[in-house]
């Protein structure tokens, strides 16, 4: 049997978890605190996923530009491919939180949503 | 000048003052002033862009700019008036608030009470005296965050990170996603200061390496930045001479601490404390000063916000109860001690018969990195109050428990906190 350890980062007591494997196949896993804990190790062994925070030019805002983030985790070999796609965007104002930039962004399945309302400027 | 009247006023509306004025409008506080010096709420949670807050206050994850926007919209729902860029540039002992900014001039606010909230400023290149030269492309983290975060700015091409703090290693993940080279992050300690889970998923995922108990010894370039020369150091935090080595870079970022920033409180003249570098104060976060609390950064440095509006909740709630006439006099002042493997206890000291609240919350900081730890609570009999086992204690990461009221007696007149490593049984 074969052990991996990672960090949670689910949190920021940063629990050491230790995951004992058979190839692909998980056979124990410990040091979790939490459920959200227990899916992280899980996840960041089968498929490691991150959330993806930058930001997008705005047209005639009152600030030249809005923070963005994928809605959900996206595979963390799929980082760069939307950083990509997103340098490449402008957004009109007015923006509001939670509103869609783009869906399904560089084929990830989760959408990139704003994550700041800005006015127009008046 | 222009005289105001208002029942409270917090100075700052970043987190801390955003979610104290809402706690003292929710406990019956009428009339309540924000002053902000930027032009708008929310303080640096507006550039903190990257998710991981609100776990434990909302129980799910936010971004900055998320986090502030809900209690920022609180605010703009409810009758408290806010005043953006102003600066407040004085509190008198006669409980008036002296401000300025372009549209009253310099005005004057009578108050009942006062909320500081002014947060905390970055430790700059002077306040480390690095030799070298004195070129362009030396900043502080949370600089080179506003540029790229808010103004959209990359700061340089090639960039050494000193500091392990948690700006920093947020500012190497940043850089890199913008396609910045991020050569390494060194830190002078042998552990990282940052949140472990910022050198997981900031240096590890993109393989920038942190340099531990290492230093800059010299930095090259007349009017640019071109490189800088590292060194590791001793146990003494000296560098050891032939470790040198020459990296090229065009901009460096000084990640190295966060201070209080009490210009305010110091010329109202408060007791201060040494170690966190703001106010010392009691379980209601009031200062020696009755009408003055205080909150957030500007007490003592976070590393959540969650705890940072805990915290603005108390004082707050606490403030409200001295508008409305239902403050209880503090009668019985217990002192709160600790031994020298922790480096601070807020509050430092509190009321043993305020019956208000069944707990008394404390926040604080080990010295060292330990492991199985067990923090014990003894009150002046050497009586043991109370006890908790940790598995990992670091100085990055803020220890918090409550104390129920019923274990403090009118004997209790002070406490002292201890932490020792558990013996094997």
């Known amino acids: 049997m074969e052990e991996k350890k990672l960090i949670c980062i689910g949190c920021p007591k940063g629990c050491s978890i230790t995951i004992k494997h058979t190839g692909k196949t998980i056979n124990e896993i410990t040091g979790y605190n939490c459920d959200n804990g227990l899916k992280y190790a899980e996840n960041e062994f089968i498929e490691p996923k991150r959330i993806v925070t930058t930001t997008v030019k705005l047209k005639a805002g009152t600030l030249p530009f809005v923070p963005v983030k994928t809605r959900e985790a996206v595979n963390k070999e799929k980082i760069f491919e939307v950083m990509k796609v997103i340098s490449k965007l402008e957004l009109e104002s007015p923006v509001k939180v939670g509103d869609v930039v783009i869906p399904n962004i560089a084929g990830t399945g989760v959408d990139l949503v704003c994550t700041r309302s800005i006015k127009k400027v008046s | 000048m222009k005289k105001l009247a208002y029942d409270l006023v917090v100075i700052g509306g970043g987190p801390a003052g955003l979610a104290s004025a809402l706690e003292a409008r929710r406990n019956g506080v009428k009339k309540i002033l924000i002053c902000e010096r930027a032009p708008y709420l929310g303080g640096i949670l507006n550039q903190c862009i990257h998710n991981g807050f609100g776990l434990s206050y909302f129980k799910e994850e936010l971004t900055g700019p998320e986090y502030a926007e809900r209690f920022i919209t609180e605010v703009e729902k409810s009758d408290i008036d806010v005043k953006l860029g102003t600066m407040v540039l004085e509190i008198t002992e006669d409980k008036q608030i002296i401000a300025v900014n372009r549209k009253d001039g310099m005005f004057a ?55 392990s703090g948690d700006i920093g290693l947020i500012m190497a993940r940043r850089l890199t996603l913008e396609g910045v080279n991020v050569k390494g992050v060194l830190e002078v300690m042998p552990y990282s200061t940052g949140l472990v889970r910022n050198r997981v998923q900031c240096l590890d995922d993109f393989g920038i390496p942190l340099l531990l108990s290492h230093t800059i010894t010299e ?207």
């Not at chain 2, 009942?112 to 070298?132: D, H, N, Q, S, Y």
């Not at chain 2, 009031?286 to 509006?309: E, K, Q, R, S």
Request: aromatic share 4%; with cysteine.
């Open chain 2, 109 to 163: 606010v009578d108050t009942k009470a006062a909320i500081l909230a002014m947060g905390c400023r970055e430790r700059t290149r002077g306040a480390i005296t690095i030799p070298g030269e004195r070129p362009a492309g030396i900043m502080t983290a949370g600089a080179a965050q506003n540029y790229v975060n808010l103004e959209g700015y990359i700061p340089g091409k090639e960039v050494v990170i000193l500091g």
């Open chain 2, 219 to 425: 930095i090259h370039g007349k009017d640019r930045v071109e490189g800088v020369t590292i060194a590791k150091v001793d146990e003494r935090i000296q560098p050891i001479a032939g470790t040198e080595q020459y990296v090229s870079c065009d901009t460096l970022l000084l990640s190295v601490g966060l201070i209080p920033e009490n210009e305010l409180t110091n010329k109202l003249g408060c007791e201060m404390d040494q170690v966190t570098k703001g106010p010392v104060v009691n379980e209601k976060r009031i200062t020696n000063i009755p009408w003055v609390f205080a909150a957030g950064n500007v007490l003592h440095v976070h590393d959540l916000v969650d705890n940072v509006t805990q915290e603005a909740e108390i004082a707050g709630k606490a403030a409200a109860a001295l508008i409305t006439g239902k403050m209880n006099k503090e009668e019985k002042i217990v002192a709160v001690t600790h031994d020298k493997n922790i480096g601070y206890v807020v509050p430092q000291h509190f009321d043993a018969l305020n019956n208000q609240d069944k707990v008394v919350k404390f926040f604080l900081r080990v010295k060292n990195p330990d492991e199985d730890i067990k923090l014990v609570v003894k009150d002046n009999a050497n009586k043991e109050l109370l006890s908790l086992k940790k598995s990992i204690v670091e100085p990055g990461t803020m220890i918090t428990f409550n104390l129920p009221r019923q274990f403090v007696t009118k004997d209790t007149s002070s406490i002292d906190i201890s932490i020792a490593r558990e013996q094997a049984e």
